[in-house]
């Protein structure tokens, strides 16, 4: 069955980074886009942009870039999300999910990683 | 600010039907489909309905969905107490190149 298991909690300082991993199997690795999306304590979704494992490429939403970086390693079917700058409103639970393209469907999803912004 | 604009919350008794509402625009759900994600408390969303009007395999047909023009619907009949959850819609964005989602409804079973 498909699965994608994220990385365990972080805590971070203002202006540091995080990475977050997101393991998947049951399915071709490179058959599929990952999506990232982030959602802040009792707030609603929020896209991040993709990673193409297949080519590499990536897509940022407008918000997130010049902060985020992603990433794929396709020797251990795993996607990485970085975010650097980190802020306080960066704190929230981030989830990877696959799509089969950029504007497919986005079925299934991690279980998410909550990255928490404090000083 | 959400781009697609839901209803922050609707209620309804056991075995009754309820609707969210999901409003965008022409750049979103008036020329793309619609999905519809249910967050049950403390986990991750599930797909619930896709290309506005499709169920994946495992959900139950008391969900359904619907666009029209630039607004989808999602319909749950014979509401049951594990309905009690966060429903979410999203569609494709061609002017900001991305997904974008709508608040958020929270659907509380009395």
């Known amino acids: 069955q498909v699965q994608l298991v994220q990385s365990g909690a972080e805590v971070k300082k203002p202006g540091a980074a995080v990475k977050v991993s997101c393991r998947a199997s049951?399915?071709?690795?490179?058959?599929?886009?990952i999506h990232w999306l982030r959602q802040a304590p009792g707030q609603g979704l929020e896209w991040m942009g993709w990673?193409?494992?297949?080519?590499?490429?990536?897509n940022y939403a407008q918000k997130s870039q010049g902060r985020v970086t992603m990433t794929r390693d396709t020797s251990i079917t795993t996607a990485y999300m970085e975010l650097n700058r980190l802020r306080s409103d960066d704190t929230a639970m981030y989830y990877c999910?696959?799509?089969?393209?950029?504007?497919?469907?986005?079925?299934?999803w991690g279980q998410g990683t909550l990255v928490t912004v404090s000083s | 600010q959400s781009v697609l604009t839901q209803p922050p919350s609707v209620s309804g008794t056991p075995g009754q039907r309820v609707t969210i509402s999901c409003s965008g625009s022409s750049s979103n759900i008036g020329g793309k489909t619609v999905n519809w994600y249910q967050q049950l408390p403390g986990t991750a969303p599930k797909l619930l309905i896709y290309?506005?009007?499709q169920r994946p395999s495992g959900v139950p047909d008391r969900f359904s969905g619907s666009k029209s023009g630039t607004s989808g619907s999602l319909a749950i009949r014979g509401l049951q107490s594990e309905d009690e959850a966060d429903y979410y819609c999203?569609?494709?964005?061609?002017?900001?190149?991305?997904?974008?989602f709508g608040g958020g409804t929270k659907l509380t079973v009395l």
């Open positions: 990673i193409n494992p297949n080519s590499g490429d990536t």
């Open positions: 999910a696959r799509a089969s393209s950029v504007r497919g469907v986005i079925s299934y």
């Open positions: 049951g399915y071709t690795f490179t058959g599929y886009y």
């Open positions: 999203a569609a494709w964005d061609d002017s900001l190149n991305g997904w974008v």
């Open positions: 290309n506005s009007n």
